[in-house]
């Protein structure tokens, strides 16, 4: 599998990244390390995981599992040096911390606690999962009201953060740094604060990007492309959305949005289960029959056409599902397919 450098870092990774968040939830243990054992063994070195995973739903009494599942991996393969591995400290939530935001203080505690249940003493890619001011993820954005935001109280905040993870950074607790579901501002503004303090620059930004969610093609692209970040994509498939199997109403028993709605939610795939959004996903599933495409495969491969540098992070509950998405891995779209998709991008901008 091709090689790529995170960013201007010198963390080089394999070009698709092993999405770990339903380890110890949705996934057992055993099943968990099948699947780091079939990724490795296709050249999929990159594993991607947080604190606060497993996820779907999140309990206090899960937080740090799959890191831990990860960590006893390591530990029984003995195969530290030959992966990469990307973990994330989570913003303010509820659940961990009772809500209070991270600083540098937090950060430090956080990287020792993380490097202690993956069972190492590096961790390859340390991402910030939440800006402490807010975002506009996961459907936030149709009612975001940055009003509040404090720009001073934000910048000091990205001083003191950028000094413990530089601080981490010398010490050889971390390689590269990155942000997640950030926003075009606060890219450029971590990047200007590292600069100014001599901090090491953000190396990556994982956001969430599929065809059937674009937001990032505009503000972000132009920022991560002249800062030199490289997107680490999820919910490439919309959260299963775009495979096709809720076509029709149906809510395969055992998919993310039967755990969902059996676990007290609404079962809508975070929001992204509405008309507009169904309608456009059995587009795509058509688009991809037409030119012989499984759309699995056609909506991973469509990622590494994009003008900007992108790692998408692939998830799989199962081993045979893994096993379907690597299957579909090393295929270029052909440029009638992008141009396809790109039709189908205008007709379902944004649907939902």
């Known amino acids: 599998m091709k090689r790529v450098k995170l960013g201007g870092s010198d963390v080089e990774v394999s070009e698709i990244c092993l999405g770990t968040m339903t380890f110890g939830n949705q996934t057992p243990e055993a099943e968990a390390h099948r699947q780091m054992d079939i990724a490795l063994d296709a050249g999929m070195t990159f594993m991607d995981v947080a604190e606060m995973y497993p996820v779907n739903p999140v309990r206090r009494e899960t937080i740090g599992v799959s890191e831990q599942i990860i ?39 956080c990287i020792d606690a993380s490097l202690a249940r993956l069972q190492t003493d590096r961790i390859d890619l340390y991402q910030l999962h939440w800006p402490v001011r807010g975002s506009w993820a996961f459907r936030q954005n149709w009612r975001y009201d940055p009003s509040g935001q404090d720009k001073a109280r934000t910048l000091d905040h990205m001083a003191d953060v950028l000094e413990a993870l530089h601080e981490a950074v010398r010490a050889g607790k971390l390689r590269a740094i990155g942000l997640s579901n950030e926003s075009a501002w ?18 990556a930004i994982q956001n969430e990007y599929s065809p059937l969610y674009r937001l990032f093609d505009t503000d972000l692209a132009e920022t991560v492309v002249n800062e030199d970040l490289t997107l680490l994509s999820y919910s490439t498939l919309a959260a299963g959305l775009l495979t096709g199997k809720y076509a029709g109403g149906a809510m395969p028993e055992g998919s993310r949005a039967s755990v969902d709605k059996a676990s007290g939610g609404q079962g ?85």
């Open 71 to 109: 960590g006893n991996w390591l530990a029984r393969t003995g195969n530290r040096d030959r992966v990469e591995i990307a973990t994330k400290i989570t913003g303010p939530s509820q659940i961990l911390r009772d809500g209070r935001p991270y600083d540098g203080a937090t950060v430090r505690e």
């Open 186 to 203: 606060g890219t450029a503004r971590w990047c200007d604060v590292a600069d100014r303090t001599g901090a090491p620059r953000m190396a």
């Open 268 to 352: 809508n795939l975070g929001g992204r289960k509405t008309a507009a959004g169904m309608a456009a996903a059995q587009d795509y599933v058509d688009l991809a029959a037409e030119h012989g495409w499984d759309v699995v495969h056609m909506a991973t491969a469509w990622q590494l056409t994009r003008p900007f540098k992108v790692v998408p992070i692939i998830g799989a509950t199962t081993v045979p599902q893994l096993t379907h998405l690597i299957e579909g891995l090393g295929r270029e779209l052909p440029e009638d397919l992008v141009r396809g998709i790109d039709r189908l991008h205008r007709a379902h901008p944004l649907p939902y």
